[in-house]
């Protein structure tokens, strides 16, 4: 619950505004990722997903972009509202090692500003 | 929606006892995962499951063994709990996509606390 954002940065955004939370992944191997949103007293809620083949996948109102040549994720909320504050993570996974294991990142709390 | 249940969201157990916790999928998934949360920490795999009856360590096994006799239904087992052992449990299950990858999906947790 709240003590998973404990000793987490912190992203604060006005309600409405864009935000952007980032990622940085550490196996060049990595060809699948996900972004989950951990609200607190709840388990990690899958967001959206992207694949090593593509740079940009959008949802509702979230947009992931890949950056493979400096290992690098984003998640981008459009129209951020108090809803989304939660703790956000991402997770990568090397398919072709043959593994489903997911490598999970600390997370970034993000907290909106009514 | 895929949905997880953990059977108890809030556990308190004594040093030295016999924990189970229970997880059900109800998405006929192949893959479950059990992880354990701390803060600081992120999420660490304990032990995962591509199939019934198989099972596999991960990260953090010691301590711990798992169950899994029926696809729905995988359990985790705190041989002898201590108190190093309190933490949010997570469990997961997934399908194993046959072509691509496939994310993993979540229970709200069991936060376990050992006295």
Request: zero cysteines; charged letters at 20%; a positive charge.
């Given at each position: 619950g709240e003590s998973v954002g404990l000793?987490?940065?912190t992203l604060s955004v006005q309600e409405g505004d864009n935000s952007i939370i980032n990622c940085a992944?550490?196996?060049s191997a990595s060809d699948y990722f996900i972004?989950?949103?951990q609200e607190s007293g709840k388990g990690p809620q899958f967001i959206i997903d992207?694949?090593?083949?593509m740079d940009k996948?959008?949802?509702?109102r979230v947009?992931?972009?890949?950056?493979?040549?400096v290992k690098h994720l984003s998640l981008q909320i459009a129209a951020t509202q108090p809803g989304d504050s939660a703790v956000y993570f991402c997770a990568e996974n090397d398919s072709g090692a043959g593994s489903y294991q997911l490598t999970f990142g600390k997370g970034t709390k993000l907290s909106v500003i009514p | 929606d895929v949905k997880v249940t953990q059977?108890?969201?809030y556990l308190v157990k004594r040093t030295g006892e016999k924990v189970f916790l229970e997880c059900v999928q109800d998405m006929d998934h192949e893959n479950m995962f059990w992880y354990r949360q701390d803060p600081g920490l992120?999420?660490?795999l304990i032990y995962f499951s591509y199939d019934v009856k198989m099972k596999e360590k991960g990260d953090i096994p010691e301590g711990y063994s798992v169950s899994r006799e029926k696809k729905e239904r995988f359990s985790l087992i705190l041989e002898s709990a201590s108190t190093n052992q309190t933490s949010m449990y997570l469990c997961a299950s997934r399908v194993q996509g046959a072509v691509s990858n496939q994310p993993q999906h979540f229970g709200d947790g069991t936060r376990l606390s050992i006295l």
């Open positions: 000793h987490l940065p992944y550490s196996n972004w989950y949103k992207i694949r090593s083949n996948r959008q949802g509702q947009t992931v972009l890949l950056n493979k040549t | 059977s108890s969201r992120g999420l660490r």
